[in-house]
């Protein structure tokens, strides 16, 4: 069963994008369950750069870490293993 706030795209940075756009909008205090899923096609990552970029400048001016850095801190690419068995 897919909750109110159920966001699917192929593409990363479109996904987090409507996650955001839910989160900001007028009288929204907390969104939640919140899932986010996002479909890679033959193990890419789909991403926008310009959508990148505008969510690491308003980090930045912030005061905050690049998008990049938090999520290799979460989920460190370095070990990540496409053609490893899932178990």
Do not use: C
């Amino acid at each position: 069963m897919k909750s109110e706030h159920y966001i699917e795209a192929d593409n990363l940075s479109v996904a987090w994008a409507r996650a955001v756009q839910a989160a900001s909008q007028k009288g929204v205090k907390e969104v939640s369950p919140l899932t986010v899923s996002v479909t890679f096609k033959e193990g890419v990552i789909s991403e926008s750069r310009p959508i990148r970029r505008a969510v690491d400048e308003m980090l930045a001016a912030d005061g905050k870490q690049t998008a990049e850095t938090v999520a290799n801190t979460i989920f460190p690419n370095s070990f990540w293993n496409p053609s490893a068995p899932r178990s």
